[in-house]
């Protein structure tokens, strides 16, 4: 079985600090994870994908997020908001069966205060 | 990047009518396309799994008679809204899953059906 968890329902940050948004997951399968953005009315934006490959996975505008196997999360972290940023952020898992379903967190609305 | 459309990007209709969405992988085919449902402030939940020249699959709760997903080709899959009711009204969202390199799944814009 899988889940996946996004520890905060809400974030709020001031331009031009960090951005940490948290998020566990479980699996019986070596897991793919992946973050999404989603901007108001806005299809799903891919930001950065983990495919068991290195750890460290740097994404788009800046993003990044780091698996960690023993603690089970796959944070995702910026270290300079930007306006722009704000926005709705899914975790997502992708197990290792062939249908390629993917599990999507409950989200994390990012709020960038000027 | 690969390209996922949708059209209509809204939709407002009468209850007891039908509608249709369709989802087109604009620059790669797509043997299965994935259909989700988004209420308002909620997350993505899977609907159904689209495949091309094939039945749907739907999840568990779904009804499939309700929601009709047809994949008649390698870049179109539709979804028919039958007989909807406001309780339908929602974000629809479909993406495409692309084999070529790292699998991908790339999604489109979303459709915003109001049922009146």
Same mark, same amino acid.
């Given at each position: 079985?899988?889940?996946? =968890?996004? #520890?905060?329902?809400?974030?709020?940050?001031?331009?031009?600090?960090?951005? #940490?948004?948290?998020?566990?997951?479980?699996?019986?399968?070596?897991?793919? #994870? /992946?973050?999404?953005?989603?901007?108001?009315? $806005? %299809?799903?934006?891919? *930001?950065? !994908?983990?495919?068991?490959?290195? =750890?460290?996975?740097?994404?788009?505008?800046? /993003?990044?997020?780091?698996? $960690? $196997?023993?603690? =089970?999360?796959?944070? *995702?972290?910026?270290?300079?908001?930007?306006?722009?940023?704000?926005?709705?952020? /899914?975790?997502?898992?992708? %197990?290792?069966?062939? =249908?390629? !379903? *993917?599990?999507?967190?409950?989200?994390?609305?990012?709020?960038? !205060?000027? | 990047?690969?390209?996922?459309?949708?059209?209509?990007?809204?939709?407002?209709?009468?209850?007891?009518?039908?509608?249709?969405?369709?989802?087109?992988?604009?620059?790669?085919?797509? +043997?299965?396309?994935?259909? @989700?449902?988004?209420?308002?402030?909620?997350?993505?939940?899977?609907?159904?799994?689209?495949?091309?020249?094939?039945?749907?699959? @739907?999840?568990?709760?779904?009804?499939?008679?309700?929601?009709?997903?047809?994949?008649?080709?390698?870049?179109?899959? +539709?979804? +028919?809204? +039958?007989?909807?009711?406001?309780?339908?009204?929602?974000? @629809?969202?479909?993406?495409?899953?692309?084999?070529?390199?790292?699998?991908?799944? @790339?999604?489109?814009?979303?459709?915003?059906?109001?049922?009146?």
């Amino acid at each position: 079985a899988q889940s996946v =968890t996004q #520890l905060d329902s809400h974030v709020s940050v001031s331009e031009g600090t960090p951005v #940490l948004l948290r998020c566990n997951y479980s699996s019986s399968y070596s897991p793919s #994870l /992946f973050w999404y953005v989603q901007h108001p009315n $806005k %299809g799903l934006q891919l *930001l950065l !994908k983990y495919t068991s490959a290195a =750890t460290l996975v740097k994404g788009i505008n800046g /993003f990044e997020a780091e698996f $960690k $196997k023993s603690e =089970t999360s796959f944070h *995702l972290t910026k270290p300079s908001a930007h306006m722009s940023d704000a926005a709705e952020y /899914f975790c997502v898992v992708r %197990g290792s069966s062939n =249908t390629g !379903k *993917l599990l999507f967190g409950q989200g994390t609305t990012l709020q960038v !205060k000027p | 990047g690969a390209v996922v459309s949708q059209h209509p990007s809204w939709v407002i209709c009468k209850s007891g009518t039908s509608v249709k969405i369709e989802c087109r992988s604009l620059d790669f085919q797509a +043997t299965t396309m994935f259909w @989700y449902r988004q209420f308002p402030k909620q997350s993505l939940m899977l609907m159904a799994t689209s495949n091309e020249g094939s039945k749907a699959t @739907y999840e568990q709760g779904v009804e499939k008679d309700k929601f009709l997903i047809n994949h008649a080709s390698l870049t179109l899959s +539709t979804l +028919t809204v +039958t007989s909807a009711h406001p309780e339908d009204s929602s974000f @629809y969202i479909c993406s495409a899953r692309d084999f070529g390199g790292q699998e991908t799944q @790339y999604f489109g814009p979303g459709t915003r059906l109001l049922v009146l």
